[in-house]
């Protein structure tokens, strides 16, 4: 049973055009991820579907009474509100119900009248329906399991980072169980354990889902379809990722074969409408021609640019270029245990630990943008940090990439600019885009290439894959691989990074400061 139709989608972004008569349908069985890569307009489709934008053609019919559940980043977050009252919101018209039974009891108590007491008994009823009394519990364990806990069920929402809030209103959501799930890229603030928690809440969810991801690892885990976005097209495959991929190739390869046979057809077609245009064969020649006019003709496969990420290096000549002394990082008060390490000039730490435990923290005391609670940290003379912060900030944001790099860089020419750039995959039209009109991977592209025109012997990685396409985060974990500094690595996606190319792993959650 379909619960969603789409028909003739088209939709252009400024000179790119992201579908082209695109057509598929969702099925109330079809818990569906959509991939591809950067800018392709996996975000927009999303925004399409829920009438945040209206598309350039194209028809969208949803079901009737269809309950549509949207991960939306941006929801209103109310000042003064603390985690678990805006939990509690997810079920605001079952808290209603019951504050409207206590009200008829006290009317009751008051003016005895077995008409208030029917009311009464309906509305518990309905609450009794609803789960109402086991509803602290259910909220307790999604807090839980999306590591909401940890944060403080009375922490004021207004004082959450962005991640914590990505986090809040995603559990809001599941909490909320529509029929249907739109998720944006839902694992961007999720550590290991949580992702695994989700992973099977969304694969024992009754109804239709549809997430964009860069994680395979989770989409293999949780679909059993695949929207995959190329070139203009959306083509739905059924299948895990894995399937869907091995028939994309194989469509691919058919198409191949298909397009270079036309292309052999056209050309001998060519050859003899030139050859017999005005001799004794020209009826012929003239019959070919109207043929090869009503040809419906393959579009040329595209080829898509891949990037190539390299990070420029200092040499230095000490071994060890930081060293940790009892080292207590936090804000009013500590996060973490006294830390005592060292980082050598080529090794590669990465740190792991749910979302809020510190990570971030760490890294941005050692940068020394925070300042330690107690402690220290020596620094190594000639030391040069690179560092990629996780949050897609910009301080002017209808900057283009190019004028925003050549602002940091005004020595370079814009030439060198746009290369390094196009090493990032990002076309020509995406470097004069304004940034904020950019994809979070587009974004994410242009800090990468903000790296790649900086000389450091350290590079300091905050959540580096969030937003980057699979290919992508290929090149980025072949560029540190090679990169010959040293590097210190925060990433929740485990697959990302293992003990072929980390020399050490530290679990930050075990130095957690209990409260």
């Known amino acids: 049973m379909s619960v969603l139709t789409v028909t003739g989608l088209s939709q252009r972004f400024l000179d790119k055009v992201l579908y082209q008569d695109a057509s598929f349908q969702v099925n109330i069985e079809d818990h569906l991820g959509v991939i591809g890569q950067n800018g392709v307009g996996k975000s927009t489709l999303i925004k399409i579907l829920t009438g945040a934008q209206t598309p350039d053609a194209g028809k969208i019919v949803w079901q009737k009474h269809l309950h549509v559940g949207y991960l939306d980043q941006y929801a209103n977050l109310v000042p003064g509100q603390t985690v678990i009252e805006f939990l509690r919101t997810a079920f605001s018209d079952l808290y209603r119900k019951e504050a409207k039974m206590n009200q008829i009891y006290a009317d009751?108590?008051?003016?005895?009248?077995?008409?208030?007491?029917?009311?009464?008994?309906?509305?518990?009823?309905?609450?009794e329906a609803g789960d109402f009394y086991d509803l602290e519990t259910t909220i307790q364990t999604v807090a839980e399991?999306?590591?909401?806990?940890?944060?403080?069920?009375?922490?004021?929402?207004?004082?959450?980072?962005g991640g914590q809030r990505?986090?809040?209103?995603?559990?809001?959501?599941?909490?909320?169980?529509?029929?249907?799930?739109?998720?944006?890229?839902p694992t961007n603030y999720?550590?290991?354990?949580?992702?695994?928690w989700l992973t099977d809440w969304l694969q024992n969810f009754e109804g239709a889902f549809i997430v964009i991801s860069h994680d395979f690892d989770f989409l293999e885990n949780v679909t059993n379809a695949v929207l995959d976005i190329e070139f203009g097209q959306i083509t739905k495959y059924t299948g895990t990722l894995k399937q869907a991929m091995r028939q994309k190739e194989a469509d691919h390869e058919t198409y191949l074969k298909a397009f270079a046979k036309q292309q052999e057809t056209i050309k001998k077609t060519e050859a003899f409408i030139r050859k017999f245009k005005a001799g004794t064969r020209a009826t012929m020649a003239k019959s070919r021609e109207k043929q090869l006019a009503r040809m419906d003709k393959l579009t040329p496969p595209g080829t898509r640019s891949k990037a190539h990420l390299a990070f420029p290096y200092a040499?230095?000549?000490?071994?060890?270029?930081?060293?940790?002394?009892?080292?207590?990082?936090?804000?009013d008060k500590p996060l973490l245990q006294p830390m005592n390490f060292s980082v050598a000039k080529d090794q590669i730490i990465a740190f792991e630990g749910f979302n809020g435990v510190g990570k971030s923290t760490l890294l941005k005391t050692l940068l020394g943008l925070l300042p330690a609670i107690s402690g220290n940290v020596e620094i190594a003379d000639n030391v040069v940090f690179g560092y990629y912060e996780q949050e897609l900030h910009w301080d002017q944001p209808k900057q283009s990439p190019v004028q925003y790099l050549e602002q940091r860089f005004p020595a370079l020419t814009q030439k060198t600019v746009r290369q390094v750039l196009s090493r990032t995959a990002l076309t020509s039209e995406e470097a004069n885009n304004p940034l904020t009109m950019l994809s979070g991977g587009e974004q994410a592209k242009v800090k990468l290439a903000d790296l790649m025109l900086q000389t450091t012997n350290i590079l300091v990685m905050d959540e580096p894959t969030n937003h980057l396409d699979d290919d992508t985060k290929n090149a980025l974990r072949e560029g540190l691989q090679q990169y010959p500094g040293a590097v210190l690595l925060v990433s929740h996606e485990a697959g990302f990074y293992d003990s072929s190319w980390v020399d050490t792993v530290v679990?930050?959650?075990q130095l957690q400061v209990k409260a």
Do not use: C
């Open 507 to 509: 679990n930050v959650e």
């Open 108 to 127: 009751y108590a008051n003016h005895p009248d077995d008409d208030l007491l029917a009311k009464a008994g309906e509305l518990q009823q309905e609450l």
């Open 166 to 185: 990505s986090k809040l209103i995603l559990a809001k959501l599941l909490l909320e169980k529509p029929d249907m799930l739109l998720l944006d890229e």
């Open 145 to 161: 399991g999306l590591g909401i806990t940890a944060m403080g069920m009375d922490h004021p929402v207004e004082a959450l980072s």
């Open 315 to 331: 040499p230095v000549n000490r071994q060890i270029l930081v060293d940790v002394n009892d080292l207590v990082v936090g804000y």
């Open 190 to 196: 999720l550590d290991v354990s949580h992702i695994a």
